[in-house]
């Protein structure tokens, strides 16, 4: 099956700051939902990662009206390059997203990616409650 749907658990959540300068007007359809996962805040850098694991993370599964187009934007976000070298500071994957009515749906998100140099001195802070959000509101 295709994805065209980009689940979200950051800063691109539809109340957040890159929400406004990335996908603002380029989103049919938001539905809160949730991805298994381990969520940290890069304390450094001012945004969250997460990596696999078994906690609820919660976030936005998005439909945009122009997905490859959006995906773009996004990748270069998420400083993510199709060959997955070490250079990428996020890799795209495929995720299972539950939504609120208990359905599942496959989307594609971004993965902190441990391994590249570009993350090798971050300061990660787990966000035990899965809801970067909520630890940024505090």
Same mark, same amino acid.
């Given at each position: *099956?295709?994805?065209?749907? %980009?689940? &979200?658990?950051?800063? +691109?959540? @539809?109340? *957040?700051?890159?929400?406004? /300068?990335?996908?603002?007007?380029?989103?049919? /359809? &938001?539905?809160?939902?949730? %991805?298994?996962?381990?969520?940290?805040? +890069?304390?450094? =850098?001012?945004? $969250?990662?997460?990596? $696999?694991?078994?906690?609820? %993370? !919660?976030?936005? +599964?998005?439909?945009?009206?122009?997905?490859?187009?959006?995906?773009?934007?996004?990748? =270069?976000?998420?400083?993510?390059?199709?060959?997955?070298?070490?250079?990428?500071? #996020?890799?795209?994957?495929? &995720? /299972?997203?539950?939504?609120?009515?208990? @359905?599942?749906? /496959?989307?594609?998100?971004?993965?902190?990616? $441990?391994? !590249?140099?570009?993350?090798?001195?971050?300061?990660? %802070? $787990?966000?035990? #409650?899965?809801?970067?959000?909520?630890? *940024?509101?505090?």
């Amino acid at each position: *099956m295709l994805i065209d749907k %980009i689940f &979200v658990y950051g800063s +691109l959540r @539809s109340d *957040m700051f890159n929400y406004n /300068k990335l996908l603002n007007g380029k989103v049919s /359809k &938001v539905y809160k939902g949730t %991805i298994k996962g381990q969520l940290f805040h +890069l304390d450094n =850098k001012g945004y $969250p990662a997460v990596i $696999p694991g078994n906690d609820n %993370i !919660s976030g936005e +599964l998005m439909e945009l009206k122009d997905f490859d187009k959006s995906l773009v934007e996004l990748d =270069k976000l998420e400083n993510y390059t199709e060959d997955n070298n070490l250079n990428c500071e #996020y890799l795209r994957k495929e &995720v /299972k997203v539950k939504l609120e009515d208990g @359905s599942i749906e /496959k989307a594609y998100y971004y993965e902190y990616n $441990p391994e !590249s140099n570009i993350n090798e001195n971050d300061n990660l %802070i $787990p966000v035990y #409650y899965g809801d970067w959000k909520v630890y *940024m509101n505090k």
